[in-house]
């Protein structure tokens, strides 16, 4: 979709300014793995949770293109995080102020990837899906943090 698009791009161009702002800091197959993973990160990081709720989705079997449509969706305030690191890499000096809209950005991310995976699941049960949901994420936080320590895959 548009927002996955927008979202490689943005994390591309961020880390193109992160790497010419360190100059020669890093040698070649420093910067050619940070180029790989600021391509492949943003993808990892809408595929995993859709992959996670399609295995989860036992009721309705929803497809998988509307699962990382709704999962995109979800993370719109995530990619705005994103533009917002790319001001911060461009200007340091205004950590002060993107710091906490990139924060507040990530937590209103799960916020709504609660209520869209509620959705894609057909849940009516809140205290229920409160423990679903729970488990879902761990797992998707899990796999995450596996895959972070693949540098040529996930690097966010």
């Given at each position: 979709?548009?927002?996955?698009?927008?979202?490689?791009?943005?994390?591309?161009?961020?880390?193109?300014?992160?790497?010419?702002?360190?100059?020669?800091?890093?040698?070649?197959?420093?910067?050619?793995?940070?180029?790989?993973?600021?391509?492949?990160?943003?993808?990892?990081?809408?595929?995993?949770?859709?992959?996670?709720?399609?295995?989860?989705?036992?009721?309705?079997?929803?497809?998988?293109?509307?699962?990382?449509?709704?999962?995109?969706?979800?993370?719109?305030?995530?990619?705005?995080?994103?533009?917002v690191t790319l001001l911060r890499n461009l200007m340091p000096d205004l950590r002060i102020i993107?710091?906490?809209?990139?924060?507040?950005?990530?937590?209103?991310?799960?916020?709504?990837?609660?209520?869209?995976?509620?959705?894609?699941?057909?849940?009516?049960?809140?205290?229920?899906?409160?423990?679903?949901?729970?488990?879902?994420?761990?797992?998707?936080?899990?796999?995450?943090?596996?895959?972070?320590?693949?540098?040529?895959?996930?690097?966010?």
């Open positions: 979709t548009v927002n996955s698009a927008l979202f490689v791009i943005i994390s591309f161009v961020s880390q193109l300014i992160s790497l010419i702002r360190s100059g020669g800091h890093y040698s070649f197959g420093s910067n050619f793995t940070s180029f790989i993973s600021s391509i492949t990160s943003p993808i990892i990081y809408i595929l995993v949770p859709s992959a996670v709720v399609f295995l989860f989705n036992t009721k309705n079997r929803r497809k998988i293109t509307t699962i990382i449509s709704t999962i995109t969706t979800c993370y719109i305030p995530t990619i705005c995080a994103t533009l993107t710091n906490p809209i990139a924060t507040t950005a990530r937590a209103l991310s799960v916020i709504l990837l609660y209520f869209g995976i509620k959705n894609i699941l057909d849940e009516n049960d809140d205290k229920h899906y409160m423990r679903k949901f729970a488990i879902i994420y761990v797992i998707i936080s899990l796999i995450l943090l596996l895959l972070a320590n693949i540098p040529l895959i996930y690097k966010m």
